[in-house]
C-alpha cells in the first residue's frame, strides 16, 4: 500500500540554523500539508499547497517557514532560522483529489532546536 | 475555529463502549477521524461528509450531525488495539482547505 515517506526522522540543530523537512507524498496525489505536533498537544496545521501554490497558512507559518516542491515527488518544508519553540514533531501529509479527501500522513520527522 | 472534544480521557475495561464527542462554532463541510497511538504519526479511521451520515469501520463507526455541526465516534466491543488519543479534524464551509484539530481523547483500554 502507498504511503507517506519523510526524511529524516530526528533532526537536531542549533538555534538560529536553517533546517530542511523532507516529504514523499504518495505519488497520485495531488494536495500536500505540513502539520506539527507539539509533545503532549494537538495536531495543528501548518500549510496547505496545490498545483505549487500556498493554497492556506496557519499563523504558526510565518516568514521563516517555507515550502517547495523541487521536483515531482518531493515536498519540503524550510525553516531558515529556527528558535526553540520550533522543536516539535512535523507531519506531512496528502490527499488525493480535492481538499475533503482523506489526508495520510507521514511517520514525522522530530525537530529538536537546542 | 478549534473543534472541541469530550471527554477528554476515557478509561475502559476490554469489551466496554466509548463514545468522543466534537463539536464545532462553525458550519461543517467535513470531519476526520484519526486515532494516534504515542510516538507514532495519526492514522486515518474515517471521513464524514454528509449531514446525518453515519459511517462504520469495524465496531468503530461515527455519526454527523450537520444542523448542530457535531460528530460523535462510537467504539463498541472495545479492544486492547483500540488504545491512543482520538484527533477529529474538522474542515469548515469557509476554511475548507485545511484540517483543524481539536485537542483529543485519550482512550485507555485496560485488560
Known amino acids: 500500500e502507498p504511503e507517506v515517506t519523510q526524511t529524516p526522522s530526528h533532526q537536531v540543530t542549533q538555534m538560529g540554523q536553517e533546517v530542511i523537512l523532507r516529504c514523499v507524498p504518495i505519488?497520485?496525489?495531488?494536495?500536500f500539508y505540513w502539520y506539527r505536533q507539539i509533545l503532549g498537544q494537538k495536531v495543528e496545521f501548518l500549510v496547505s499547497f496545490y498545483n505549487n501554490e500556498i493554497s492556506e497558512k496557519s499563523e504558526i507559518f510565518d516568514d521563516q517557514f517555507s515550502v517547495e516542491r523541487p521536483d515531482g515527488s518531493n515536498f519540503t518544508l524550510k525553516i531558515r532560522s529556527t528558535k526553540l519553540e520550533d522543536s516539535a514533531m512535523y507531519f506531512c501529509a496528502s490527499s488525493q483529489g480535492s481538499w475533503a479527501d482523506t489526508q495520510y500522513f507521514g511517520p514525522g520527522t522530530r525537530l529538536t532546536v537546542l | 475555529q478549534q473543534p472541541v472534544q469530550s471527554p477528554q480521557a476515557v478509561i475502559l475495561r476490554e469489551g466496554e463502549d466509548a463514545v468522543i464527542n466534537c463539536s464545532s462554532s462553525k458550519a461543517l463541510y467535513s470531519v476526520h477521524w484519526y486515532r494516534q497511538k504515542h510516538g507514532e504519526a495519526p492514522v486515518f479511521l474515517m471521513i464524514l461528509l454528509k449531514g446525518g451520515e453515519q459511517k462504520g469501520h469495524e465496531k468503530i463507526s461515527a455519526s454527523f450531525n450537520e444542523k448542530k455541526q457535531q460528530s460523535s465516534l462510537y467504539l463498541t466491543a472495545s479492544q486492547l488495539s483500540y488504545s491512543g488519543t482520538y484527533f477529529c479534524g474538522i474542515m469548515t464551509v469557509q476554511g475548507a482547505q485545511k484540517l483543524v484539530f481539536g485537542q483529543g481523547t485519550r482512550l485507555t483500554i485496560n485488560p
Open positions: 505519488s497520485n496525489h495531488l494536495y
